[in-house]
């Protein structure tokens, strides 16, 4: 966590402290949404220990595609991005699955 500490808990003290990106299980799968277009979704990354908005932002620059944050926990990007996303989760110290 990026010096984020919003629960008045020392940080030593704070229960997700010892999460670490290697341990979180990210998935990553398509959808196929409305006129047939493809959305690859990636699900796993915990809001609590990351910041999901800047790894979606980081992963659109990366892909060159559009894409939002579903309910704070979910990735969407535009088209189908399995393979680089699964590359750059690996770089950034994610174990990913592809499914």
Known sequence: MKDK???GIPKEL?????FTRDSQSIKISVDKRRYGKNMTIIEGID???EDIYEIAKELKKKVASGGTVKDGKTVEL?????DAVKKYLDEMGF?????
């Not at 704070?14 to 010892?18: A, L, T, V």
């Not at 535009?78 to 399995?82: E, I, L, S, V």
């Not at 174990?95 to 499914?99: A, G, I, P, Q, S």
């Open 78 to 82: 535009q088209g189908d991005h399995r």
């Open 14 to 18: 704070q229960p997700w402290e010892g």
């Open 95 to 99: 174990k990913t699955e592809v499914v």
């Open 5 to 7: 500490n919003f629960t």
């Open 47 to 49: 809001p609590k220990s």
